[in-house]
């Protein structure tokens, strides 16, 4: 067993200790919203891509003949 004492963040159970998540607690809220923001860009370009795409009739590229 390890006998010396706890010097980081987590507890033996790999918890968050009270030190750790009061340390946390004031970038709880920003890191949230800019989660969300980042997802929501994420998610807004895909579907803009996937709509512009599918409006294209690729009049413009020439289908070789099958033999």
């Known amino acids: 067993m390890n006998s010396r004492p706890n010097s980081g963040y987590?507890?033996?159970?790999?918890r968050q200790s009270a030190?750790?998540?009061?340390a946390r607690r004031p970038y709880l809220f920003?890191?949230?919203v800019l989660g969300?923001?980042?997802t929501a860009f994420t998610l807004a370009v895909y579907a803009y891509t996937l709509n512009v795409v599918g409006q294209d009739e690729f009049e413009d590229v020439k289908v070789p003949e099958k033999k």
């Open 10 to 14: 987590y507890d033996r159970n790999h």
């Open 19 to 22: 030190a750790l998540i009061r």
């Open 30 to 32: 920003k890191n949230v």
């Open 36 to 38: 969300t923001s980042i």
